[in-house]
C-alpha cells in the first residue's frame, strides 16, 4: 500500500484537509469539482439564503446519480441474465 498523501479540497469556499492514499486523488478532485460546479449552478437558478441549502441539494442530487446507475445496472444484469439463458436454452436444443 502507498503512503498517505495529505491533500486540501475546496467545497463551497470552505477547505478541508484530508489524508488518503495516492490513487484516490485523482477522483476526490474531480469530484470537489462537480460539487462546486453545481453548487454554482443552484445558486444562479434558485434563490438560495444559505450555503447549507445548496450542499444539501448537491447531495441529494449526486446521491440520486448514483441510486440510478445501481438501478439501471441492476436491469442490465437482469436483462444479460435472460440473453444468456435464452442462448443456453438454444444451445441446450441444438446439441441434443
Not at 495516492?22 to 444559505?50: H, N, T, W
Amino acid at each position: 500500500m502507498s503512503n498517505p498523501l495529505k491533500i486540501k479540497i475546496s467545497i463551497a469556499d470552505r477547505v478541508y484537509p484530508l489524508t488518503i492514499q495516492p490513487e484516490q486523488e485523482e477522483g476526490l478532485r474531480k469530484a470537489a469539482k462537480k460539487i462546486d460546479a453545481m453548487i454554482q449552478r443552484f445558486e444562479k437558478s434558485y434563490a438560495v439564503r444559505d450555503k447549507q441549502d445548496v450542499l444539501a441539494m448537491s447531495a441529494l442530487q449526486f446521491a440520486a446519480q448514483v441510486e440510478q446507475k445501481g438501478i439501471d445496472n441492476e436491469n442490465e444484469q437482469e436483462q444479460i441474465k435472460s440473453q444468456l439463458e435464452a442462448l443456453n436454452q438454444v444451445l441446450q436444443e441444438h446439441l441434443s
